[in-house]
């Protein structure tokens, strides 16, 4: 019976690290294949840097490569007031000698010799020298993260240059955009190819093909784009298409609609979808209008939608943007009556897109209004939802507590600040964690209480219940704060075990109803029952319960299960139940329990 | 249908919109009417509705769908 605890908890683990290898190999591979990853390893092998004191002199420096049997050399010329030197030593080494020279008085700091990071050059795209607006929203940081991968964006507008289709084309800087089925509204058709321009322009904002050496960048450039033509050549369209095209996304997979259209006046149906989509756990981002008002427009101004203004380069609010209290975030919509960057090309933004009415030719254009606003806030949602915040609610919360302050946010109309993307990743992953975290404290202080302190002491201080207890829940979120912040494995344990289905099934994938149920602390209950691993096992299964608590709070869907009669949340209360149950059965049945006090436990085990 | 008065101007926002300046600060986005009416700086009244149920790119102010210029 042992043995078969065993073989069934070292198949599960297997299964679960096998899995991980194979995301964190997916990740890994796909960064190597992106040119802005490559021959960027995060420390050279071997390679030690080692700061001195300043006064050391050269007599002493050949004594201390003596005393370690390295070989000293300047870092640079630079190097030598500083004293910075480095060392070629044999891998196996570096750790040990690296701890020695950190204790030796003559060294000030010793480390391995980091590549400063993996995205710090600018993507090889050639005009990105004029996406003045892509440096203002800090997006390189963000890459540090990820890009957008599995999330879904749609672009309800007047549909994207995404096919070669009789007069149509795919432009060329979309060429290693990744789509999924879109609609045309318009026409009635599948094929929402653009015939203005406007709209092709705004999904190059979000996911312009980037690092292919070609043209201009985009912020989620692996997030993939729906095409919802609902706009005609002439930039105008029926609330009744938009409407329906919000209800499309949201039944289709869209974690985020941008909508960089509107008008003065409200509407119930269009109101109606959006509240749809945002119960389906979509986030929707609109541009604030451009009429100079101080009251955004509509859909912008609905309670559940994200309203975005336009700031220009020097982050005033551009001259021609809705401003006021319904704002929520700014970000860079242009101002072409301005160059204030001295580039030499006037402040818009700039994408790949068709000519003005034109689909048979293209080029890289420079637009300006709300409508360039919104997708830069659309791109940064998408990679906030890639990094595992999915609920819509959150992902707006991380967009406006980390958005760059200017000192005149409500008046001025700049909503929370200016977008700042890079900040949001760095925050997104800790953000989450903690809120987990306090969901799985509070939830583990009811069980104490449930249980007694007495028989649940023993259990909940020891190393393996409280490391199960973290990996069900939060993930090894804190994990964030450290350099290692942002590398595929480490994405993937800073998750709790639940939201691990982003990693493997993909964001659309989110909620799963199997990692978010009993299934799987049941199958590891099962197989550390009786063993020395039962603690961890009821540490597991509570964690898993605080995720599951947690999804329950938030607005996202639960996957193959319709929301009618709340059966969703039905799904993870009835689940959240089942595990705490789990939990505490697994701490009543322990041999340990109580062995502390009065040996009532172990009676009870028996 | 109601008239309106005023010049037609194209803004330079989102591409390039139509819209009729009346100079008293109300701003319509043109949809519709004879392609000579698009024509910058022009003075025109134009018969036409305001149309509630149709958004668009420009979104400088309500759109007056014309029927008939003078």
Redesign the interface.
Known sequence: MKKFHSLLFICLFAVLILSQSVAADDIAGEAASDPAYQNHPISAPGEIVVDLKDNISSNEIEKLEHDYGIDLSFNSIYAQDEKVMTALVSDYYVSSLLAKLKKDKRVESAEPNYYYHIMASKPNDPLYKYQWDLEKINVRKAWDHNRGEGVIVAVI??GVAFEDSGRFHKVEDLADTLFVKGYNFVDKNDHPNDD???GT?VAGTIAQSTNNSKGVAGIAYRAKIMPLKV?AA???????D?ADAVRYAADHGAKVINM??????P?FALESACNYAHSKGVIIVC?A???RSKRV???AGYKVCVAVSATRFDDKLAP?S?RGKRVDIAAPGGD?NVDQNNDGMPDGIMQNTIQ?KNPEKEGY?V?????MACPHVAGAAALVISAGVTDPNEVLSILKKTARKTGFEMEEGHGAGVLDVGAALDNAGIWHGWLKLIIAIIVLIIVIIIVGIADSKKLMLSGSFLFAWIMGSCGLFFLNYTKAGGLPLVNILTRGVPEMDIAFLGVNAHINPIFYSVLIPFIAGVACYKTKWQKAGAGFALGIAASILFAMFGSTDVKWIPGTFLLDKAWLLINFALCLFLGWLLIKLNPEAGKSTDGQGQNKAE | MKSFKGTVKKS??????WILDTGKGD?FQL?GGPVDLYENGKKVTIRGNIR????????????LEVHETT
């Not at chain 1, 002439?234 to 009744?240: C, I």
């Open positions: 507008d007047t203005h321009a406007h322009h706009l002439n930039g105008y369209g029926k609330v009744s938009i960089s259209l509107g008008g003065p006046f509407s541009a209008g451009n009429e427009g509509y859909p021609y809705n072409m003005i254009y637009f300006q209004g709300t409508s | 330079d926002l989102e591409g390039g919109v701003i949809k509630k149920d149709i958004l668009g790119i420009g979104m400088i102010g309500p759109v």
